[in-house]
């Protein structure tokens, strides 16, 4: 019961310090310094909104659980000695904001040890609020939680109808080949392909069904972290490559209705096997 308090309250803290950062990216995205990025790495981008968006999330946090670990892409968070431990994801998407192109999310999500307590990711663009928490079905509003309405992964059947997003690996460009051959046997049993450029969001999008499947390389705990959530609490699974549960590890993950994550998993579990050599 303690948990489940625990999480119901993580939730409002979540929504509250999302509608935060929410207001800060929105203010920024037609400020001319919002596109004056630093590379971090190759391909890879910081804005200012980044920063000033997880700070006012790690501030409402902290205010509210002080003694909870924060895991955080900017600034690395607070690492305490804790079995609570918050994954933020300010803005997923960040070249998608960088370029003005419509895609991109807040992503908050808290574990306990290595379960999954509670999940948000919010549509910035279109207003979407995506929550989840363990045990109580997984959700979608226009920012009041009252006019919530329930989300399930799809029962879409037919291969030909299926709908899959993927994400390209842009840090990783030594697995370019294996990807594309990846890519090739995964587009071959589906009607087509997406790729919008913030996983955080493929995964909300699986959740309610609009995706049949998703899956990448190379992706960080806090991409995954708050659609992991929402996928399982929709009915769905998610896991790495082989099935196993060491994707928010490797960043290799497949997710989706039963049906399609088991010909993800199927399809890409030999590409793993090849990197490893096994």
């Known amino acids: 019961?303690?948990?489940?308090?625990?999480?119901?309250?993580?939730?409002?803290?979540?929504?509250?310090?999302?509608?935060?950062?929410?207001?800060?990216?929105?203010?920024?995205?037609?400020?001319?310094?919002?596109?004056?990025?630093?590379?971090?790495?190759?391909?890879?981008?910081?804005?200012?909104?980044?920063?000033?968006?997880?700070?006012?999330?790690?501030?409402?946090?902290?205010?509210?659980?002080?003694?909870?670990?924060?895991?955080a892409e900017e600034s690395g968070g607070r690492n305490r000695a804790s079995p609570w431990r918050w994954l933020i994801d300010p803005l997923d998407g960040t070249t998608n904001f960088v370029h003005g192109f419509p895609v991109f999310a807040v992503s908050i999500a808290l574990f306990r040890?290595?379960?999954?307590?509670?999940?948000?990711?919010?549509?910035?663009?279109?207003?979407?609020?995506?929550?989840?928490?363990?045990?109580?079905?997984?959700?979608?509003?226009?920012?009041?939680?009252?006019?919530?309405?329930?989300?399930?992964?799809?029962?879409?059947?037919d291969p030909e109808r299926r709908l899959v997003a993927t994400g390209f690996p842009f840090r990783w460009p030594e697995l370019t080949d294996l990807y594309l051959g990846a890519f090739r046997d995964v587009f071959e049993q589906v009607g087509d392909m997406r790729r919008a450029g913030a996983a955080a969001l493929d995964l909300a999008w699986t959740a309610a069904g609009r995706l049949d499947g998703f899956w990448e390389i190379g992706l960080s705990p806090w991409d995954l972290a708050g659609g992991e959530v929402l996928i399982r609490e929709a009915g769905g699974e998610i896991s790495d490559w082989t099935g196993g549960g060491d994707h928010r590890r490797t960043g290799w993950v497949a997710a989706g209705s039963p049906a399609v994550h088991a010909m993800l998993v199927e399809t890409l579990a030999p590409y793993v096997e090849e990197t490893t050599g096994g």
Do not use: N
């Open 1 to 71: 019961m303690a948990d489940r308090r625990e999480a119901a309250d993580a939730l409002a803290v979540a929504r509250e310090a999302a509608t935060d950062a929410v207001r800060v990216l929105r203010a920024r995205l037609d400020d001319a310094d919002a596109g004056e990025a630093e590379r971090k790495q190759a391909r890879d981008f910081v804005t200012v909104a980044d920063e000033a968006a997880e700070a006012v999330i790690v501030e409402r946090i902290e205010r509210a659980f002080p003694d909870h670990a924060i895991v």
């Open 113 to 157: 040890d290595e379960t999954p307590v509670m999940g948000l990711v919010v549509d910035v663009v279109r207003g979407e609020w995506f929550t989840a928490r363990t045990g109580e079905g997984a959700w979608v509003d226009d920012g009041d939680p009252r006019a919530r309405r329930r989300i399930h992964v799809s029962t879409v059947d």
